[in-house]
């Protein structure tokens, strides 16, 4: 067995309460960290240039704290961009348009997409093949809630 370097640290995704959240990025000991600011200090939308400020004064301080080997990461590159989220509540949308039930959604996960997707897998295609859910019943997440507005809001979206 050849030696190696590589050490795995089975970290699930963490959220802050300050905001600051964190997660492995592949194996090699890479992690994606972030900061979802409270709406008085969020950014102007139409500036993507990166502050490194935020990282050295918001992010690295809470990583620190939380995992004390983070006092001596190394930042190798960081970005500004968008991501899309569902604006009504910032959740999930499945399953069939009220009013054409041959329009099926699975979308709108926002910044949760990928922690939901083996359910939304699961359960979407239960709904196909029986035009109802099985196992996991996602009904209240269908579009008929934005119609009705009736939000269910995801108060821990990053
Ligand atoms: C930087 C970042 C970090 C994230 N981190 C996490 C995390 O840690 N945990 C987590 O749970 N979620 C995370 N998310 C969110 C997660 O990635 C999304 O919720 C998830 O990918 C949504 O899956 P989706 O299949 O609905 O949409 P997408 O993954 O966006 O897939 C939509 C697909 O449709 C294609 N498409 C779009 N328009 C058309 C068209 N007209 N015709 C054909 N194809 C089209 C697109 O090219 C794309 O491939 C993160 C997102 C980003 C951007």
Redesign the pocket.
Known sequence: MPETNLRIFPSP?TIDLSGVYF?PEGLGNKY?CGWSPPEDEDVKSDNLDVDYSVFEEKIWPVLARRVPSFETLKLRNAWA?F??YNYFDQNLIIGSHPRQNNFIF????????????PAIGRAISEYLIDSNFKSIDLSRFNFQRVMNNTPIFEPMIV
């Open positions: 995704l997660r994606i961009g991501y899309d699975a979308n709108g996960s926002s910044g949760h997409g990928l922690q939901h997707a």
